[in-house]
């Protein structure tokens, strides 16, 4: 049971599983809504009385509009959550569960905006992202307001793509026109073009020098492509539709995959050699990415399972994720590499603990599909896009883990003080 900041209204959880809103007055039944199929264990308002918060024994935490709307669905804990509350002073929640943990999120930091989005990325410093979109446009936004363009660059015809490079100076850009442009953010010149093909580009990775491209795309070939002199090297042909390219960043690596459902990796200083064949599935690859350090690879796809390799020891059998109902669309590490984030038709965005393969949180956002997925420098911010409903939200969660993380953040922020 909780009142409301005013004291006006009484919200109660019921062993049905809704929530029933009382006025304090004359004990008028106000309004009900179904909440679970569950027990609700505990209820909270937020400090301006529009959202209400539950936590029930199915192990949701689930943010509500005062009217009964589901605004964020937030799974982490293993069991029944017994308390959820929202902090009046930064809109925080802090839930606690019969796993022991204590966990903080911050739905207050949900932005929501509307655009024909494809997928977008962040910069290497976090302040902005780039997105591709539907109507071929690439659009520039500041990541603190995503509603604010600061650049829209029309080069494409159809579903665009786009990436930063390192400098940031600069945009990677490619798409269903089979068009590979680079764009100076600035806009002071008109964009270069490093290749044209006959069929779509479905993906442009670059080194991490910024002087190679790997193309990959529906003619089914993997080239690489110098912008200083604009010579190009075939490393593979005639393998189906290429979804996915992707140097690793210590620059150990480089992979392909796509319709035929293999994860193909070159060692990227000796690219005249076969490639590692790692992940070979039934169905498409439509997501791979490396860790940062190069040492993981994680790949997703039409059989919902995300698989993890650890490239350091001997290519051994992968870490199977299992919890999206449905294909998974898109797939990205942490920066320290301790988390992966995966995205897929199912609507939700997961969160993954790399190591041990749990599920630490489950964002049920998307009306349709997260078909991209993207984390920021700090960690603390995820970025996805839906191209069914045409939004992209940024949210985040401060602490997705146990009781002695939520500690220690408290003990260096005490430090701090």
């Given amino acids: 049971m909780a009142f409301s900041p005013t004291g006006g209204q009484i919200a109660t959880g019921e062993l049905s599983g809704s929530v029933v809103l009382w006025a304090a007055e004359d004990g008028r039944l106000v309004s009900e809504f179904q909440a679970s199929e569950q027990y609700i264990f505990a209820v909270s308002y937020s400090a301006d009385a529009t959202k209400i918060v539950t936590a029930s024994e199915d192990g949701a935490i689930v943010l509500w509009s005062s009217s009964g709307d589901r605004m964020m669905t937030l799974v982490g804990h293993d069991g029944s959550v017994y308390d959820a509350y929202i902090s009046p002073l930064d809109g925080r929640i802090v839930s606690a569960g019969r796993d022991s943990d204590?966990?903080?999120?911050e739905p207050g930091d949900l932005i929501i905006a509307n655009a024909p989005v494809t997928k977008g990325r962040f910069d290497s410093d976090g302040s902005r992202v780039v997105m591709g979109g539907t109507d071929g446009q690439i659009r520039i936004r500041s990541s603190t307001d995503l509603r604010a363009p600061e650049a829209v660059l029309p080069g494409h015809q159809g579903r665009s793509w786009a990436r930063f490079f390192p400098t940031g100076q600069e945009v990677l850009s490619w798409g269903e026109d089979g068009k590979v442009l680079i764009w100076s953010v600035d806009r002071r010149s008109p964009p270069l073009l490093i290749s044209q093909r006959a069929g779509a580009v479905w993906s442009a990775a670059l080194d991490r020098s910024g002087k190679h491209i790997a193309i990959g795309g529906d003619d089914g070939r993997v080239?690489?492509?110098?912008?200083?002199?604009?010579?190009?090297?075939?490393?593979?042909?005639?393998?189906?539709p290429v979804y996915r390219t992707e140097f690793s960043q210590d620059g150990r690596w480089l992979?392909?995959?796509?319709?035929?459902?293999?994860a193909r990796i070159w060692r990227a200083g000796d690219l005249e050699r076969e490639p590692l064949l790692l992940d070979e599935r039934a169905g498409a690859i439509f997501s791979a990415t490396f860790s940062h350090d190069g040492s993981r690879m994680a790949s997703a796809g039409v059989d919902g399972v995300v698989r993890i390799w650890n490239l350091d020891n001997g290519m051994e059998e992968p870490l199977s994720l299992v919890?999206?109902?449905?294909?998974?669309?898109?797939?990205?590490?942490?920066r320290d590499g301790a988390r992966l984030v995966s995205g897929g038709i199912d609507g939700t965005v997961r969160l993954w603990d790399v190591t041990s393969g749990s599920q630490l949180v489950t964002l049920q956002q998307h009306e349709g599909q997260a078909s991209s997925v993207d984390v920021s420098v700090d960690g603390l911010h995820v970025l996805s896009a839906d191209e069914d409903d045409e939004t992209f939200?940024?949210?985040?969660?401060?602490?997705?883990?146990?009781l002695k993380e939520v500690l220690s953040l408290a003990r260096s922020r005490g430090s701090d003080n």
Avoid at 255 to 262: R, S, T
């Fill in 223 to 240: 080239v690489i492509t110098s912008i200083t002199d604009g010579k190009s090297t075939e490393l593979i042909n005639g393998i189906g």
């Fill in 255 to 262: 992979l392909a995959a796509g319709e035929d459902g293999i």
């Fill in 323 to 334: 919890g999206h109902q449905g294909e998974v669309k898109s797939v990205a590490f942490s």
């Fill in 102 to 105: 204590v966990r903080i999120w």
């Fill in 393 to 402: 939200r940024m949210y985040s969660c401060e602490v997705c883990g146990s």
